[in-house]
């Protein structure tokens, strides 16, 4: 049994920065998802066990980046240039198949962290 624990979530002015933080044992391609309130939960980043390959989706690319330490269990959401609209339960998962935009393929899930974008 993998267990995921989020860390790093909070309330942040529109424009600023949030570092999420995910420690997980195993050999697991990661991914971040997030779920608004009322809304289905969605797929932001992923990331190979390797770290070679990265996955966004459109509405995050080039304010958010995934990263990993392998050595630390880690992984990471660096979130930076937040808006109102990234306001979420942000989620960490594991996976050992390689389709890491489907949520219902990712075998472990963290507990979330909440992020709140303020205006």
């Known amino acids: 049994q993998v267990q995921l624990v989020e860390s790093g979530g909070g309330l942040v002015q529109a424009g600023g920065s949030l570092r999420l933080s995910c420690a997980a044992s195993?050999?697991?391609?990661m991914g971040w998802f997030r779920q608004a309130p009322g809304k289905e939960r969605e797929f932001v980043a992923a990331?190979?066990?390797?770290?070679?390959?990265?996955y966004y989706t459109d509405p995050v690319k080039g304010r958010f980046t995934i990263s990993r330490d392998n050595a630390k269990n880690t992984v990471y959401l660096q979130m930076n240039s937040l808006k109102p609209e990234d306001t979420a339960v942000y989620y960490c998962?594991?996976?050992?198949?390689?389709?890491?935009?489907?949520?219902?393929?990712?075998?472990?899930w963290g507990q979330g962290t909440q992020v709140t974008v303020s205006s």
């Open positions: 998962a594991a996976a050992r198949g390689i389709s890491l935009q489907i949520a219902s393929l990712y075998d472990y």
């Open positions: 990331i190979t066990w390797s770290g070679g390959t990265t």
């Open positions: 195993g050999r697991y391609h």
